[in-house]
């Protein structure tokens, strides 16, 4: 598979060295200073208490070239538009790996709707300098898919040539036939917590406070009251109806684990702040629209 992954950030890093590792054409597309530290010292990957770093060659190029069998876009969700405009003449199917509650009409706008897949990813971890430091597999993760889809719900041979071809890599990817839903649960879920736990300071400071995390709860249920569709997992479908003081108690729990101390949570950047403010727009647009 001819596979660019389009941006380097913590995940894009990881995605681009798994399909390198297992012997794909991938090239990884950076930008800015992301790009300079990437040619002077390559990819590099470390476990996140380890102290080895290990060097992936993945080729780094700062565009596109003519054509690939699949472009993965897995950037911040306020830099879509500017990555769609690149790839509007690049040959290719493009699956967005990414935050998106604004469906998938806006970006077969744009480049074709018949080349749009949408996903998400289900690794993560954080940047040391210029090495991505990633969390160690275990049981939980390991059992942790991550899903594929097309907008229209279809299960076609180009998904199916997919997933086969992640999982070859080591990724485990599955289709998913809801996609779009799952996307718009997801951010139900993810700009209430992500905008509760930067105003807090970091997830264990939510954590301690839990008249704030009943507010965010209530803000979460809010969300989900206001999708057109049920929740996807149906499991989110508890934030509704479980007792509000058992879902406060899993909450704060959650927030005191190493999986939120470690995971994005705690990017309070710029970058971050700006595609939470773009979800929570996308996700208003959505619940006026109905």
Request: proline share 6%; hydrophobic share 45%.
């Amino acid at each position: 598979m001819k596979l660019l992954v389009y941006g380097a950030g913590v995940v894009g890093t990881l995605f681009a060295a798994h399909m390198h590792k297992a012997g794909h054409d991938v090239s990884l597309l950076a930008r800015g200073e992301r790009l300079t530290a990437l040619r002077q010292h390559g990819v590099r990957l470390a476990e996140e208490d380890g102290s080895a770093v290990e060097r992936v060659p993945v080729p780094v190029v700062a565009h596109p070239d003519s054509g690939y069998d699949l472009i993965a876009v897995l950037v911040r969700t306020h830099q879509v538009d500017a990555v769609l405009e690149s790839l509007a003449g690049v040959q290719g199917d493009v699956l967005f790996l990414l935050n998106w509650a604004g469906g998938p009409e806006a970006l077969g706008a744009v480049i074709g709707h018949e080349r749009v897949l949408l996903g998400f990813p289900a690794t993560g971890g954080t940047m040391d300098g210029d090495v991505v430091r990633y969390r160690r597999t275990n049981f939980v993760t390991r059992r942790v898919a991550m899903p594929i889809g097309e907008p229209d719900g279809r299960t076609t041979p180009r998904l199916e040539r997919i997933v086969e071809t992640f999982r070859t890599a080591g990724i485990n990817a599955k289709a998913e036939p809801q996609m779009d839903a799952w996307l718009r649960t997801h951010a139900a879920f993810e700009v209430p917590l992500g905008q509760a736990v930067h105003a807090a300071g970091g997830p264990t400071a939510l954590a301690d406070d839990p008249d704030v995390v009943r507010g965010m709860l209530h803000l979460m249920r809010q969300n989900l009251a206001a999708m057109e569709t049920p929740p996807v997992p149906r499991a989110f479908a508890a934030l509704r109806t479980l007792p509000q003081g058992f879902l406060v108690a899993v909450l704060r729990r959650f927030l005191k684990s190493p999986t939120a101390v470690h995971s994005g949570l705690s990017d309070s950047s710029p970058a971050a702040t700006a595609e939470l403010k773009w979800l929570a727009e996308q996700l208003g647009a959505a619940a006026g629209a109905r």
